[in-house]
């Protein structure tokens, strides 16, 4: 690819009003993973170190809010009342570009590799759409509800973004379209076919799915839940002298986890009914608050809190006594809410909440131990939303070879359980990157 003293600039479109998302807030602005969708979207095109300039198109409203939740480089202008418009404005600010990408900002599963092969396609040909096969067979009823014909499926495919053009090809397309009164064209390369000219197509991505509805927006937290089942960390950080506070640490988890702290050269601080010096009954909020108070008294602010308490009864609903729901809903969730309230933490702190596999679906003779967990997922991020200064996520591993596991379930072959050790690490590696909020990362076992 041959970019050469050839400027490169990106323009997101974000000044949508959200009609047909049904909120008063527009879907770039609501959060996924503990950031703004239009966040999400901005950071691949930052760390794709691609572009010279990445200029936001937003409505004119939101401009200020904008402008302090990013780098003071990136550039805000504001948008137009519709799409075209908005790209036309967003051309107009780019004047000295070569090249231009331009992408939906509701788009934020775009990957380095589509804007690369935009790039270099639009550098060879001039003008490139997205494109990616359709699954579903295209019906065409020009006089609906009666169809006319069903053309052959692998003729069609489905437009995504980016799509990358030669700057001024782009905006030859705008102008002509302008002059001819065409006011509301919901796609670029259209424009540039009016004018005659080839659009070239470039591999898009399943998962390049752009948020319209509200069903989009779950399945987008699917997506960004599954492509964040490994923690990759781009900077790591020491964790030598850092303090933080394990409860459940002196078994399974909790106590791989403090081990593996200690050779991190970190301070873990185990806290359960049986640790030592710190002990407490996290279940009561009193007992809890005590402890964390003497912990403070020795430490200060901590560097982060790993809830890995936990406490399973097997049994149907109808066998269980109300004191062992009680002590499953206290253990799993309550001494977790009551731990995460009283922990006084560091500004960029981490919160890690231990949940289980089981919060997706509920599971057949631990209902109440599945529900808390589930309530854990969500707890989780609902306070990661109310604590931005924090980085708070949840860790779902699989099946673990813990004493509860192995009490619960003794006839399980050991080879498919996940080894303590192996969750550790990824917490561990969690704790070492300062970026990720809000996330459910599921450990398997490879």
């Known amino acids: 690819m041959d970019t050469e003293n050839k400027k490169i600039t990106a323009i997101l479109l974000m000044a949508g009003s959200g009609i047909r998302f049904g909120s008063l807030l527009p879907k770039q602005f ?17 760390l794709s170190g691609l572009f010279d300039e990445i200029l936001l198109v937003c409505s004119t409203e939101k401009i200020e809010e904008v402008r302090k939740e990013i780098d003071p480089s ?27 990408c331009i992408h939906d900002a509701v788009r934020p599963f775009v990957t380095t590799e589509i804007l690369k092969e935009n790039i270099s396609k639009a550098v060879q040909y001039g003008a490139v759409n997205t494109c990616i096969p359709s699954t579903d067979t295209v019906v065409y009823a020009p006089q609906n509800p009666l169809i006319h014909s069903i053309p052959l499926r692998s003729d069609y495919l489905r437009g995504q973004t980016p799509q990358t053009f030669h700057y001024p090809l782009i905006l030859q397309a705008h102008r002509s379209a302008r002059e001819k009164g065409v006011a ?4 670029d390369c259209t424009l540039i076919l009016n004018i005659g000219h080839p659009v070239h197509i470039s591999q898009g991505c399943e998962y390049n799915i752009k948020i319209t509805t509200e069903l989009d927006l779950s399945l987008s937290e699917q997506i960004f839940r599954l492509r964040h089942n490994t923690i990759t960390v781009q900077s790591p950080s020491s964790l030598k002298g850092k303090h933080f506070i394990v409860t459940g640490g002196t078994g399974g988890i909790g106590k791989a986890l ?73 253990i799993n969730l309550k001494a977790l809410i009551f731990s995460c309230k009283c922990a006084l933490l ?23 131990y599945s529900s808390a967990k589930a309530a854990v997922v969500n707890f989780t991020q609902g306070l990661a939303e109310e604590r ?33 050790s192996e969750v550790a690490q990824e917490i561990v590696s969690l704790l070492k990157q300062s970026d990720l909020k809000g996330s459910v990362i599921e450990i398997r076992k490879k």
Do not use: W
């Open 346 to 368: 560091k500004k960029g702190a981490h919160i890690v909440n231990i949940a289980s596999s089981s919060y997706a679906r509920g599971r057949k003779d631990f209902t109440v």
């Open 74 to 100: 990136i550039r805000i202008i504001p948008g137009g009342a519709t799409r075209q418009e908005s790209s036309y404005l967003g051309l107009l600010a780019a004047a000295d570009a070569h090249i231009v």
């Open 258 to 330: 403090c081990e593996m702290l200690e050779k991190e050269e970190a301070i873990p601080i185990p806290l359960s009914r049986s640790s030592s010096p710190y002990a407490a009954d996290l279940t009561s909020y009193d007992s809890g608050h005590h402890a964390f108070q003497h912990i403070h008294a020795d430490y200060g602010p901590v560097d982060g809190l790993i809830n890995s308490i936990g406490h399973l009864t097997l049994n149907p609903l109808a066998d269980l006594s109300p004191q062992d729901i009680e002590e499953q809903i206290s």
């Open 30 to 46: 609501h959060r996924m993973g503990g950031k703004k969708i239009y966040q999400h979207t901005l950071d691949v095109f930052i």
């Open 184 to 187: 509301n064209c919901t796609d």
């Open 388 to 420: 931005p200064d924090l980085l708070i996520n949840a860790i779902v591993p699989q099946r673990t070879q813990t004493p509860l596991r192995l009490k619960n379930f003794a006839l399980e072959n050991p080879d498919t359980l996940l080894d303590p």
